[in-house]
């Protein structure tokens, strides 16, 4: 049983590994929608100064 329960161990890091990595990559895409509509916006302010 040693064997099953190191494959066990490995699911939940990997589990973690992609998790984390879901995190990172969602909070990278908003961060760059952010800034994307913050340029956006300040591009359409300028247009009507």
């Given at each position: 049983m040693p064997f099953f329960h190191h494959i066990i161990i490995y699911n939940e890091n990997v589990l973690l590994?992609?998790?984390?990595?879901?995190?990172?990559?969602?909070?990278?895409?908003?961060?760059?929608?952010?800034i994307h509509l913050?340029?956006?916006?300040?591009?359409?302010e300028s247009m009507f100064d």
């Open positions: 590994i992609c998790n984390l990595y879901y995190y990172i990559h969602n909070s990278y895409i908003h961060g760059l929608l952010f913050n340029y956006n916006c300040a591009l359409s």
